[in-house]
Nanobody, 117 residues
Framework: VQLQASGGGSVQAGESLRLSCVASGIRGSIWIMGWYRQVPGHQREEVATITAGGSTRLRDSVKGRSTIRRPNGKNTLSLEMNNLRPEDTAVYYC??????WGQGEYWGQGTQVTVSS
């Protein structure tokens, strides 16, 4: 299983970014997909998740300005972030949890988001 994340970049506060993640090599069933972020010296934290049934959960600090989707309902994941703030600066990782064949959790390589004030 491989995950390829993209869409990060450097923006000004108040601007928007759309992160994308494509998973390949999955032979089991996707249970949940999500976005996480990490700042150097800090623990990785959950930003948003979406279940196979479409239920979403967003971190309080991004609620109202971020949307998580599975664009093709299968192996793709997106995170649209609006009104970005400097505190959103981090490396963003996508993760997939699989049931059945190849059961486990898999991480993408991360994409850098930098927000300047």
């Amino acid at each position: 299983v491989q995950l390829q994340a993209s869409g990060g970049g450097s923006v000004q506060a108040g601007e928007s970014l759309r992160l994308s993640c494509v998973a390949s090599g999955i032979r089991g069933s996707i249970w949940i997909m999500g976005w996480y972020r990490q700042v150097p010296g800090h623990q990785r934290e959950e930003v948003a998740t979406i279940t196979a049934g479409g239920s979403t959960r967003l971190r309080d600090s991004v609620k109202g300005r971020s949307t998580i989707r599975r664009p093709n309902g299968k192996n793709t994941l997106s995170l649209e972030m609006n009104n970005l703030r400097p505190e959103d600066t981090a490396v963003y990782y996508c993760k997939v949890a699989i049931k059945g064949w190849g059961q486990g959790e898999y991480w993408g390589q991360g994409t850098q988001v930098t927000v300047s004030s």
